[in-house]
T-cell receptor, first 111, second 110 residues
Framework: DTGVSQDPRHKITKRGQNVTFRCDPI?????LYWYRQTLGQGPEFLTY????????KSRLLSDRFSAERPKGSFSTLEIQRTEQGDSAMYLC?????????FGPGTRLLVL | GEDVEQSLFLSVREGDSSVINCTYT??????LYWYKQEPGAGLQLLTY?????DMKQDQRLTVLLNKKDKHLSLRIADTQTGDSAIYFC??????????FGTGTSLTVIP
């Protein structure tokens, strides 16, 4: 049973650079979610896909953030012109119905 | 349902029971969830309870739900050092996202 995978697991970048993260959901799951988690906090919702359609976006998702799920399978999250405040753990989850299963996360550090 | 509250820290001795508490706000939630997060890792689904249940037991885990008070608890029997982690309760919204509490950091003392 393959769980949710994310790549890379860690990313260090300089302020102003663009970064892209990938999430591969559990294969039969049509729903995919991105969350952001900062130190000492619970995950905060960023966006939700059902198949290839992006159906919900949080107001946390500024114009510098874009997410895609072009074929309804894997998803990418891109952050343009990174800022130090973007440093966080980015978590991906997938589900068939309500129950969400999380990947290991990508930890981003912006210097 | 944006305010899911948990106490921040809990310490117990190995072998004792741990009780982690959570209050939520959205009475229409159909399921409520408990997740475990170990350092540097993602969230692991522990258990969930359907809103028409008062209690669910799963091996060492017991979930209690008080819908009147909007209170959810997770009891871990015979707590082990491997149970040391952060525990999050999560409440689905009427949309598709989950609201998470700030997490309770459980420390198990050998």
């Amino acid at each position: 049973d393959t769980g949710v995978s994310q790549d890379p697991r860690h990313k260090i970048t300089k302020r102003g650079q663009n970064v892209t993260f990938r999430c591969d959901p559990i294969s039969e799951h049509n729903r995919l979610y991105w969350y952001r988690q900062t130190l000492g906090q619970g995950p905060e919702f960023l966006t939700y896909f059902q198949n290839e359609a992006q159906l919900e976006k949080s107001r946390l998702l500024s114009d510098r953030f874009s997410a895609e799920r072009p074929k309804g399978s894997f998803s990418t999250l891109e952050i343009q012109r990174t800022e130090q405040g973007d440093s966080a753990m980015y978590l991906c989850a997938s589900s068939r119905e309500r129950t969400q299963y999380f990947g290991p996360g990508t930890r981003l550090l912006v210097l | 349902g944006e305010d899911v509250e948990q106490s921040l820290f809990l310490s117990v001795r190995e072998g004792d029971s741990s009780v982690i508490n959570c209050t939520y706000t959205d009475s229409s939630s159909t399921y409520l969830y408990w997740y475990k997060q170990e350092p540097g890792a993602g969230l692991q689904l522990l258990t969930y309870i359907f809103s028409n249940m008062d209690m669910k037991q799963d091996q060492r885990l017991t979930v209690l739900l008080n819908k009147k008070d909007k209170h959810l608890s997770l009891r871990i029997a015979d707590t082990q050092t491997g149970d040391s982690a952060i525990y999050f309760c999560a409440e689905p919204t009427t949309g598709n996202q989950f609201y998470f509490g700030t997490g309770t950091s459980l420390t198990v003392i050998p």
